[in-house]
């Protein structure tokens, strides 16, 4: 597809589509380096998901990720392709930033880092560094289509310009009218809440211009139970709890020690956002519920020498109403635990040590932090994030990148956006 220049079309180096935290940071630095920089969004207000981020206080890096071998906190069909950006751009990079801006902030679990004010001490730092670049920002503005340019802006024929790049390789259609522009990047993100304006734009992009596309799915999820099995633990709503979850098998198993939250329809918190992203459908959970414990051992030493009832004993290890939901199921718990067979005291430590369980989906895009998934990573460049399409770009959340909960996938929005805003 190709469109042919006019004069009246705005004329820019970069055009960033997507004013989100890696849009937001790449724009900033580009103009900085001395480009002429156009940032567009179709909202009205910029960085929602930085805003929302962290409880209102942005989660906005991970002091513990490991340069040395970044691509262990992230997936993808190649998780090593993220280790050149975030080697070159670190979070301690980032926090002299912030810290550049005076903006306070602490660790509050794992290396996250967390403002200690709100989340728009963030946002108004990233406008600041795009104001600082002379960046220009239209919004709210709707790309209508992006096609190659059939000739240079200055009528030629879209050779290089004197200054060593092509002055126009791309034509985009905006409702604020047409542009001109050598390199596009995309920075539209990925699906997961659709209620403060995600979208599937940066796919189709990809499509059109002939790049792969990863299945993309919601990720760092909740996950749900149906049926009438889930019932018992339905009125568990509310309680959190740590835990060891995993999933998958022998070489593929992946386990983490978080909180976990029961609710309504199925379970959520840290625990089960992290595992989430590897959960294949119809694969099982194993939970511990009492991690660090031999619930076997504690609970035959009480039998040996304690004549409480077998709930009062269990809620000395776990929750008080995890041992009443546990133990309201079995008759023959419902007596002093010295009284109790053995089978039954058996059956429930597995159940509390090794509880498998397998959901029925997700709470999909709607409560996903992060969409898996995105632009193919073997059509980008790792040093660039060019794609195989020359002056086209992907950064941050659209690309086949999904990080850890805890900062993890803001710092893959800054590295990303620092290694396309140098190469640009």
């Known amino acids: 597809m190709s469109a042919s220049s006019s004069p009246s079309a705005a004329r ?43 409880g209102g206080r942005a989660n906005f890096t991970n002091r513990d990720l490991d340069v040395r071998a970044p691509q262990r906190h992230f997936i993808g069909d190649n998780p090593n392709f993220c280790r050149s950006a975030l080697s070159r751009y670190t979070p301690q990079q980032f926090i002299d930033l912030v810290q ?42 709707k790309v209508q289509e992006v096609a190659e340019s059939s000739q240079g802006s ?4 879209g050779s290089e310009s004197s200054e060593g790049i092509d002055a126009n390789r791309f034509r985009i259609e905006t409702d ?8 596009v990047v995309v920075a539209t ?64 198993r992946v386990a983490f020690l978080e909180d976990l939250l029961f609710t309504h329809r199925g379970l959520s918190g840290p625990a089960v956002l992290q595992i989430s992203s590897y959960w294949k459908p119809g694969a099982p959970l194993t939970l511990d519920f009492a991690p660090g414990v031999d619930i076997a051992v504690a609970l035959g030493d009480a039998k040996l020498r304690s004549k409480r009832r077998t709930v009062n004993e269990l809620a000395s290890l776990v929750p008080s109403r995890l041992a009443d939901a546990w133990v309201g199921q079995e008759a023959a718990l419902q007596r002093p635990i010295n009284e109790a067979p053995d089978r039954a005291i058996a059956e429930l430590s597995e159940r509390i040590a090794r509880w498998q369980i397998t959901p029925s989906g997700t709470e999909g895009y709607k409560k996903a ?10 059509d980008l460049s790792s040093q660039t994030m060019e794609s195989k399409q020359p002056g086209l770009y992907f950064i941050g959340e659209v690309v086949d990148v999904t990080g850890w909960l805890g900062g993890y996938n803001f710092q893959w929005a800054w590295a990303s956006a620092h290694a396309c805003a140098h190469a640009l």
Request: charged share 20%; hydrophobic share 40%; with cysteine.
């Open 12 to 54: 820019f180096d970069v055009v960033v589509i997507g004013a989100g935290a890696a849009g937001l940071f790449c724009a900033g630095i580009a103009g900085q380096r001395g480009l002429k920089v156009l940032l567009l969004d179709h909202s009205e207000r910029v960085a929602e998901k930085i805003r929302i981020s962290g």
């Open 100 to 141: 550049r801006h005076g903006i306070a902030f602490h660790e509050k679990h794992k290396g996250q880092l967390f403002c200690d004010g709100s989340s728009q001490q963030i946002i108004d730092m990233l406008l600041a560094e795009c104001a600082a670049g002379g960046v220009t920002r239209w919004q709210p503005c």
């Open 154 to 157: 200055d009528g030629s024929d």
């Open 176 to 183: 604020r009218g047409p542009i001109d522009a050598a390199s």
């Open 189 to 252: 993100g990925g699906l997961s809440i659709p209620q403060i304006g995600a979208s599937d734009f940066g796919y189709r992009l990809a499509t059109q211009f002939g790049l792969r596309v990863v299945t993309p799915r919601p990720a760092l999820v909740p996950l749900t139970f149906g049926g009438e099995a889930w019932a018992p633990y339905a009125e568990l709503a509310g309680l959190a709890l740590p835990v060891r979850i995993e999933t998958g098998t022998k070489k593929e």
């Open 369 to 378: 932090e992060v969409t898996a998934g995105g632009v193919d990573t073997r």
